[in-house]
């Protein structure tokens, strides 16, 4: 196991090179230009060059990259052009909301996705497959901003029981922060939850048709032993795989919700440093979700041999 | 195969569920903690990104310098200055020799006294990059300190708008730092935010695209007499200021609904009407003169409007009526407006409105084609992200499309709008003919201040036009010594800019502001700068 740990962690180094000249050639190589837009509309031509200069734009594009790449070994990951507040910083003001985020949207999805998939498939087509089917449909349909609108309109309008955007740090207490999160997360969740019961139906109906599920059931044991014990755990591995997939998109951002709801997450600041042109920032993100999606993957690979004992790494 | 669902798996969910809906009517209870202190959340047309006001002319880091910095001179409701730092000042009977003396009890936020070697530093930063201050500045001889709190300005010429330059509003403010600041080039950005304005900046607070934080500045010595503007006594009357950061134009109108902000300085036009509803909010007017102007700005360099009767054309193009409703819709917040200084200020004037307002694209097109025009693709740089820019781009585009003219539309988003236009290049290698762009109503208050107006040829604003008449007659009103005499040449100007055709605007619209009534008293309604002293707020 370590040893598998060791060559996936080994593995990280050339894929993080890649990333980081792909990520650092195709800003530089997509149109706009950083400093017109810091100098604003009412700036010369000569103000916008002096600020390119300043800014060390001008320079060749493989000097930029190599001074860029000797920060990174040294773990700086560069500094803003426009607050020239560190990459590091920023990133850190916006790692607890987005964690937070992740972690109730997750909590909403799992809560409910999987025991509807499990319900959806123990009833299997009957009415209440059906319903949860729909259920599953409407939840991919809907758009999360509309869904968004429509709670705030409800639930922060007209009821006032939620607050209708921001985020409350940990710092200002746990409950504070929670209320912040219901309603992104109830937006948010609807996808997962959809996607989640789809998945988990899926693998429990192959689960079920198995002869030790017969087995079971012949044995007399109760129904919900022979879901949750039995059938759950089998089915387990698809659904985790699902869920490790949501956790890094979730990880890297979901920039609608945090825009409807005014999240102050890593979606937005992926989005805003983009439409800035804002090159450290987009360059020391993106570096940061590849490595994160690698440890994720690895993660659920390594969750693999807790669920089913017969997989061995 | 039905079965009853297990007691169990039916517990967990009902509890779940429960949960949630205490978790929910809990909610109001501990959404607002209790404090004694005054805070007043507001969410303006940007977020706070820079510091450094003289670094770029974002018009939201000048709202921030306004807040911790202060100025020399400050300007009326009515574009007139006054002094705000200065307490005496004078002026030689031959218009030549200046000398202001500070007011007393000024201080930065780091408790040390403000004096003219900050003074004479932070004017000479802004100078390097406002062009307005360079305007001022050209005809400068000397800056020196007769003390710690005189200084003296000469200049070789009686220049008319010293007073009015020092008191600039709107991008670049003339902001007095700390000389250690100051001391930077301006092509380097100040990172600390040190002023001695009514507020003190928040740094650790500050998160970028989120949130910024200022505190009261208790040692603050406001100016006497009434506020009007930039002007006046700048008091500020609570604790602290959030800006709060809401990209969502939808989420912003709901915060202000339900309370969780106290002022949107440019709610979306179409939520109006539903803010105006709302008993507890106020919507008005920000300031007497309108707060953007709207110009189809025209590339000078290349073929066919390297020609003044090409670009004459391109008057016919325009029906101001148009672009306004797309933009704006409600007619009590738009005007129509000729003049290339804005309109309802001093020195309008349209002269040749008759022209301008010929709406007739074929004729245009015939005018194009009598110029020499053979019908190759016109370029037009068209932004798909901006909110009034786009819409703005596609009235033009339509009207092009009906003249017959061969338009070849450049879809990309403003940022690369914005790196293309500073390219000089021919509009089939990456240049352009034409983009549409708005500016702030203050920014053409006066010919000698509207850079758009500007003709130095390769040091003018994009488009680059040249014209020697059109920078001597700008030149005059700067030293012209009475406001009859500026009129009288700002009629000339209007008539050269007409023939030169720098831009062409498609008029002016006012962006109202919204605010909790019910909570919020005393805005000083400005236009270009939003300011924030003066604001009480009860809870």
């Not at chain 1, 440093?273 to 690895?298: C, E, M, S, W």
């Not at chain 2, 202190?37 to 507001?42: N, S």
């Not at chain 2, 006294?113 to 001022?136: C, F, N, P």
């Not at chain 2, 250690?180 to 080039?185: K, P, V, Y």
């Amino acid at each position: 196991m370590t040893a598998y740990i060791a060559r996936r962690l080994l593995a990280t180094i050339p894929v993080m090179a890649v990333v980081a000249i792909f990520v650092f050639l195709l800003l530089r190589l997509a149109p706009g230009d950083p400093a017109a837009l810091i100098a604003g509309d009412d700036a010369t031509s000569a103000q916008i060059a002096n600020i390119r200069a300043q800014l060390g734009l001008d320079l060749p594009i493989w000097q930029q990259f190599f001074m860029w790449a000797g920060g990174i070994l040294q773990g700086d990951l560069g500094t803003s052009i426009f607050s020239n507040l560190p990459v590091t910083t920023l990133i850190a003001q916006r790692l607890e909301p987005t964690l937070m985020l992740m972690v109730a949207t997750l909590i909403v999805a799992i809560s409910f996705a999987i025991p509807l998939g499990v319900i959806a498939a123990w009833q299997a087509r009957t009415f209440v497959d059906r319903f949860v089917m729909l259920l599953s449909v409407l939840g991919f349909a809907i758009p999360v901003f509309l869904a968004g609108y429509v709670l705030i309109y409800v639930f922060s309008i007209q009821l006032r029981w939620l607050p209708v955007q921001g985020y409350r740090p940990l710092s200002q207490g746990l409950w504070p922060s929670i209320q912040s999160l219901i309603l992104p997360a109830v937006a948010l969740g609807t996808t997962y939850i959809a996607l989640i019961a789809r998945i988990t139906r899926a693998s429990m109906l192959e689960v079920l048709s198995q002869d030790y599920i017969r087995t079971a059931n012949a044995k007399g044991l109760a129904t919900s032993r022979v879901l949750l014990l039995h059938a759950l755990k089998n089915a387990s591995i698809p659904i985790v795989t699902v869920i490790g997939i949501g956790i890094a998109l979730l990880i890297s951002g979901v920039v609608i919700t945090e825009t409807v709801f005014n999240i102050p997450g890593l979606g937005r600041l992926t989005v805003d440093a983009v439409l800035k042109r804002d090159y450290p920032i987009v360059q020391g993100l993106i570096l940061v979700f590849a490595a994160t999606k690698v440890i994720i993957n690895l993660l659920i690979d390594l969750s693999y041999a807790f669920l089913d004992p017969r997989i061995r790494h | 195969m039905m079965g009853k669902l297990n007691s169990s798996l039916g517990t967990t969910l009902k509890t779940s569920l429960l949960g949630l809906a205490s978790a929910a009517l809990l909610a109001g209870t501990a959404l607002t903690p209790a404090s004694a202190e005054t805070v007043l959340r507001a969410t303006m047309h940007a977020d706070v990104r820079t510091l450094d006001p003289h670094w770029t002319t974002q018009t939201i880091a000048g709202i921030h310098g306004m807040l911790i910095y202060d100025t020399l001179f400050g300007v009326d409701d009515e574009g007139m200055p006054h002094p705000q730092m200065v307490g005496d000042y004078s002026v030689s009977d031959d218009g030549l020799e200046y000398s202001f003396t500070l007011r007393d009890g000024l201080k930065f936020h780091d408790g040390a006294d403000v004096t003219t070697a900050d003074v004479i530093a932070s004017l000479k930063r802004w100078g390097e990059k406002d062009q307005a201050a360079r305007a001022m500045f050209a005809h400068l001889d000397t800056m020196e300190a007769v003390d710690d709190k005189t200084f003296t300005m000469t200049f070789n010429a009686p220049y008319g708008l010293v007073l009015d330059t020092l008191g600039k509003t709107g991008t670049m403010v003339p902001i007095i730092m700390r000389e250690s600041d100051a001391t930077m080039s301006a092509d380097e950005q100040v990172t600390e935010a040190i002023g001695s304005g009514p507020f003190m900046m928040v740094k650790e607070e500050w998160v970028p695209g989120s949130v910024t934080v200022y505190r009261k500045n208790p040692d603050y010595v406001p100016r006497e007499g009434e506020p009007s503007g930039f002007s006046g006594a700048k008091i500020p009357k609570v604790d602290k200021i959030e800006l709060v950061w809401i990209d969502d134009s939808q989420t912003r109108m709901q915060a202000l609904i339900a309370g969780e902000i106290d002022l949107l300085e440019q709610p979306s036009v179409d939520f109006v009407p539903i803010l105006e509803g709302d008993p507890n909010i106020e919507v008005i007017r920000t300031g007497a003169v309108d707060s953007h102007w709207g110009t189809i700005r025209i590339n000078h360099l290349h073929p066919p409007f390297d020609k003044p009767e090409m670009r004459q054309a391109l008057y016919h193009l325009v029906n101001q009526e148009d672009y306004l409703q797309t933009i704006v819709g409600n007619p009590d917040y738009y005007r129509t407006c000729h003049s290339f200084i804005t309109c309802g200020t001093t020195y309008e004037d349209e002269t040749g409105k008759e022209v301008m307002a010929d709406y007739d694209p074929k004729k245009a097109y015939e005018m194009m084609k009598a110029a020499g025009y053979n019908d190759e693709p016109i370029y037009v740089l068209a932004a798909t992200d901006h909110h009034t820019i786009t819409p703005a781009a596609q009235v033009l585009l339509n009207a092009m499309r009906e003249a017959g003219i061969n338009v070849n539309a450049v879809s990309i988003d403003w940022g690369s709008v914005v790196a293309r236009r500073s390219n000089r290049e021919k509009p089939e290698d990456g240049g352009w003919h034409i983009f549409v762009t708005t500016s702030s109503g203050t920014t053409s208050l006066n010919p000698a201040l509207n850079t758009w107006l500007g003709a130095t040829c390769d040091n003018a604003n994009v488009g680059w036009p040249c014209d020697e008449e059109l920078e001597t007659l700008r030149g005059e009103f700067a030293f012209a010594q009475s406001v009859d005499e500026r009129k009288e040449v700002a009629r000339k100007i209007q008539e050269r800019a007409m023939y030169v055709v720098p831009y062409i605007s498609f008029g002016q619209w006012t962006q109202p502001m919204a605010y909790r009534s019910d909570k919020i008293s005393g805005i000083i309604p400005v236009t270009g700068l939003t300011v924030l002293w003066n604001i009480e707020k009860s809870e």
